[in-house]
Structure formats: C-alpha cells, structure tokens
C-alpha cells in the first residue's frame, strides 16, 4: 500500500510513517522488545483470544466514554505510558505529547528518564502529567525527585517495578545501542549535514536537558554512554516491597504499581497500601517469555477483587482493545509504542490523531455492543 500521501489512520500506519522518518537505532530502541520479542508479539496476538459480544438493538443514543482515572474524569479510559528518552523522537516530545494528551482529555505520563523535565512539561503544556519513578540507590536523590513532582502538581506516581535489571534488547545490542558503541554512533550521528535538526537540542548531543527529570543529580551526561552507566550506576536492583511501604510513607498522592503479572505480588500491593497496579511485562521489553498482558488481567482482577485499581498496558493497538481490557475488569489502559510512534510520525498532530481515533472506536465499539457507559462494560460482554 502506497501511504506517502496519505494521513495516518491506524497504529500500523503510524508506526510505518515513523519507521520512514527516524534513524534506523531509534526506531528500534522503540519498537523492539527483549530477546526473541516472543512476549512483545504475544502482547498483541492475545487479544484475540477475547471476543466482543455484539447486542443489536438497544438503545445507544448517549454513549459515553468518559470516566474516572486516579481522581481524575478522563474522556476515556487510556493513559499514555512512561516511556524514556521519548523526546528523542521529536523535538521537546514529552511536551508535545503533553499537550496533544491535556487537549484529548487523558494523563500523561512522564518517565524518570525523560528527555524534558516535569516542571517544563507542566509549565509548556499546561497539563498535570502523572510521574513514573524508577528507585534509585540514593533515596534522598528520589526524595527529591519527589518533591519536584509534587511541586509541579502530579497528584498520580506510577512505581516501576519489573526493571530490577534492564532486559536483553537484542535490536539495541545490534545496534550499538548500548555503551561505547552509542557513544561513537552518535558522534558520527552528530556530524552528518542531514541530521534531524529536533535531536540536535537533545542532551545527549550538547544540548541543555540530558534528562531532565534527573537533572539534579547528573550532570548532562553528554553521551548516551554516560546516561547508561549512571542507570547503571544509580539504578537498584535491591529494590523490595519494603521499600513500597517506604514511598508510601513519604508520598501522599495516588501511588500505583506497574509491572506486576502474578496474583501474589498485585496481593503485596494492596498490603503495601498502594491504590493500583498495572499489569504490564513492560512492553515486553523485559523478561521475554512470560506471558502476554491481557492473557494474566482477568486473574489479578479477580484476586484483587476492587479492593484497588487494576490497570493494564502491553499490545493496545486500537480502541477494540481498549474495549476488551475494560470488559475484563481494566480501570484503564496505558498505551507506549502507539504514542511515539505517532509522535515521531507527525509531532503533536499525530498524538491528537491518534487519541481521536482510539476515542471513536472506543464509542463505536460500545454502541454496536449496546452499551451507553464505560462502567456497563462487564466480562458477560466478552467471548474468551
Ligand atoms: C517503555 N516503558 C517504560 N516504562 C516505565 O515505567 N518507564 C520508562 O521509562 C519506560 N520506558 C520505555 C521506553 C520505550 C521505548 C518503550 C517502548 C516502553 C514501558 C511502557 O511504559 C509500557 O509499559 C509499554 O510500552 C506498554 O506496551 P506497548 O503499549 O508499547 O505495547
């Protein structure tokens, strides 16, 4: 299909435009998954499992797709997910991305490792982003990273569990993605007369915000090889629900887990007093061979039994899918790859294009259901 004239439609097209546009290492560092990618692609696959009932004739003259998510009405019940170093795709892209999420009415979500701080985010886009945090090792540098946050208003912090160590992300490693290698790739990068002249104000190539929500405590690394040993260097991997019980303590906002798959460790976060999680393999990017997302949701939801929010992410490529997470019990989805793609392939535009389209099939997929409210979608509305 010839698409080069034509505006994006749907994620695969998004991520085609954005595979055109990038140099080859970034879209892989977006788009791949560890290992054999086998739990990436089941991520999507497994979707299929699950089958929307159709209920024709009921009256669907009022659907609504607007709900609530962490004290927040949403138009929808989508988030778009931390991802790091996202604005690299495009120039100030968390802030981009921010906007296009304040405008179509959903969170964003701002990585520890994101280009673009959280204070110029809230002060750029107007919006109040919700805040994921990695654990670092010095937990007065956390302390403050906290503290930036509350100060710029997030109300919502999403606590990353499942990257005690990073995955094996094969496309990186074939890519020099990783250390030296990076380092010598973006020197030659940096050289080139048709370089993307949005990378050029990322830290990373001289610029002045490296990471800037780290900012405080590295000082503008000024090659991704620096940025890799400092996670390295400042990354825990000690990290127990002890410490949960700790940020409980020192943030009093809604604090929600993210990267549990098992029953018994969504049951730690309830007794570790958090008000959510997200089931989620981040992406399948970590441990290659577990199982998809949407295939571990209906368990945690059962276990959990509403006793907090059951969030889910991993393979949400439309707003059908959407539709089925919140069937089996989902508050919402969080979407990665979608939103950078997007992002990559036509800027803030490109988010704003995207959320509308998950917003008309989530409406649409609710009206030929027979459904008026987000909250009448029920697992009787699934086929598994
Ligand atoms: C991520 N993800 C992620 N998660 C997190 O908690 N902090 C982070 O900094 C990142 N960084 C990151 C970078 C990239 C390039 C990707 C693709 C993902 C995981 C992310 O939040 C989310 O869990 C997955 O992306 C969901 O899967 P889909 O929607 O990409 O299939």
Not at 45 to 59: H, N
Not at 151 to 180: K, P, Q, S, W
Request: hydrophobic share 45%; with cysteine; aromatic share 8%.
């Amino acid at each position: 299909m010839d698409m080069n004239n034509s505006f994006p439609i749907s994620v695969e097209d998004f991520r085609h435009f954005a595979k055109k546009r990038l140099p080859n290492f970034l879209f892989d560092y977006i788009d791949g998954g560890s290992n054999d990618e086998r739990t990436m692609a089941a991520n999507i696959a497994d979707f299929e499992d699950y089958c929307l009932k159709q209920q024709v004739m009921s009256d669907v003259g009022s659907v609504n797709t607007s709900t609530e998510l962490c004290g927040q009405t949403a138009s929808m019940p989508l988030a778009l997910a931390p991802v790091g170093m996202a604005g690299m795709m495009a120039r100030r892209g968390e802030v981009q991305a921010a906007k296009a999420a304040k405008a179509a009415g959903v969170p964003f979500t701002c990585s520890t490792v994101g280009v673009c701080s959280v204070e110029e985010i809230k002060q750029a886009s107007t919006s109040i982003p919700w805040f994921q945090l990695y654990m670092l090792r010095d937990r007065d540098v956390v302390l403050q990273i906290l503290e930036r946050a509350k100060l710029a208003g997030c109300n919502t912090l999403i606590f990353t569990v499942d990257l005690a160590v990073a995955g094996m992300r094969h496309r990186d490693y074939r890519n020099g993605m990783l250390a030296e290698g990076l380092k010598a790739k973006w020197s030659m990068f940096s050289q080139l007369a048709t370089r993307p002249r949005w990378l050029m104000d990322v830290g990373c190539l001289g610029g002045p915000h490296a990471i800037g929500n780290l900012s405080d405590v590295v000082d503008n690394p000024n090659s991704m090889a620096a940025f890799k040993a400092f996670i390295d260097s400042q990354f825990d991997p000690s990290v127990t629900w002890k410490d949960i019980t700790w940020l409980r303590s020192v943030w009093d906002g809604k604090l929600i887990i993210k990267g549990v798959l098992e029953v018994d460790d969504a049951r730690q976060a309830v007794d570790a007093g958090a008000d959510g999680v997200v089931v989620s393999n981040h992406g399948g990017r970590q441990l290659d061979g577990v199982a998809s997302s949407i295939s571990k949701l209906p368990a945690v939801v059962d276990a959990l039994d509403k006793q907090i929010d059951v969030f889910m992410d991993g393979g949400v490529r439309s707003g059908i899918d959407v539709v089925k997470a919140v069937a089996l019990g989902a508050k919402g989805v969080l979407i990665g790859r979608p939103w950078v793609w997007a992002m990559a392939a036509r800027q803030e535009a490109g988010i704003t294009a995207l959320l509308t389209r998950f917003q008309q099939e989530i409406e649409v997929a609710m009206a030929l259901m027979g459904v008026n409210r987000i909250a009448e979608l029920n697992a009787d509305l699934i086929d598994h």
